[in-house]
């Protein structure tokens, strides 16, 4: 509820002027904070008055500089282990997990195909910051290290961007709420009330980023890559196994020769009128050779004279 009481014009004014004069100096501050048009000021008097309070609220609103102790870094590792047993390395990572403080974000086990016979697995782990070096050789020992690499980005820049906007916002958030409690009229306390309110969601905003990598510093990610040493299968497959992979071979080898002798025979009656020309060929040939032939024809005659 807000008490009605009518102020001067010359005040109302001046009220609206420095509301005008802050929302463009919080605007300046924060990139993500609304522009939003308020009512101008009229008078020459309220202008100059509004000069000296804009100059008072800019100086108050510069972000002190904090200072960086040391790189704030994001780091992430990645290790590949040949071991003689898979299920027993993952329980053994969830030992040393809980050893060091760290949480199991992801687990991908894979059991043995065709194309790679070996039984393999994924874990991600995050383990905190100070305790990775650790970790990596704690797990190094569980079986025989294949590549290990670790990877660090340094977002100690980001952190004193997102900390110094947070400053800016927050004294312009104070400010905001000190005019707001001055303001007499209603359109005044409106146009504070939605300004004050962006300016806290951008501050919402930021806050939840600067968290998110505040937390990506403190805990580092690990990205485990288990392999068998030899393949979890045997070298003779079992006889149930055999007697089918024939029967599936025998009648996939009888279904392709059926196949074959059917388009053999299509062939064969598309071809047909010529195959039956040929033979009349060769038939009438050897036809006519039997009759011509010298030797054939002699032949009677040695018999008649003898």
Wanted: glycine share 4%; charged share 20%; net charge positive.
């Amino acid at each position: 509820m807000f008490t009605s009481t009518k102020l001067p014009r010359t005040s109302a004014l001046f009220v609206s002027a420095l509301l005008g004069g802050l929302i463009f100096t919080s605007c300046a501050s924060s990139s993500q904070s609304t522009n939003k048009a308020l009512p101008p000021s009229a008078a020459d008097g309220a202008v100059n008055q509004l000069s000296a309070s804009e100059s008072s609220i800019s100086q108050k609103s510069e972000a002190a500089p904090i200072a960086r102790s040391r790189p704030q870094l994001i780091k992430k590792a990645a290790i590949s282990l040949t071991v003689n047993s898979v299920d027993k390395t993952v329980d053994a990572v969830s030992q040393i997990i809980n050893k060091q403080q760290g949480d199991l974000i992801g687990l991908k086990q894979q059991q043995p195909k065709s194309d790679n016979p070996r039984y393999t697995a994924t874990i991600q782990l995050r383990i905190p910051e100070n305790r990775l070096e650790p970790t990596l050789e704690e797990l190094a020992k569980l079986g025989t290290v294949e590549s290990r690499n670790i990877t660090a980005e340094d977002v100690g820049d980001r952190l004193v961007d997102f900390q110094a906007r947070l400053t800016n916002l927050k004294k312009t958030e104070a400010n905001l709420q000190k005019i707001m409690d001055r303001a007499g009229s209603v359109r005044d306390v409106l146009s504070v009330a939605q300004e004050l309110s962006n300016v806290r969601e951008t501050i919402e905003q930021i806050n939840a980023q600067l968290k998110s990598l505040q937390n990506q510093v403190a805990y580092s990610t690990i990205t485990l890559n288990l392999e068998a040493a030899v393949s979890s299968t045997s070298s003779q497959p079992a006889l149930n196994l055999q007697v089918q992979e024939t029967w599936n071979k025998s009648t996939h080898s009888l279904s392709s020769f059926s196949v074959g002798l059917l388009k053999l025979g299509i062939w064969l009656i598309v071809y047909s009128p010529y195959l039956l020309i040929f033979a009349a060929l060769i038939y009438g040939f050897t036809r006519w050779r039997r009759t011509h032939s010298p030797r054939l024809a002699q032949t009677p005659e040695s018999t008649s004279s003898e």
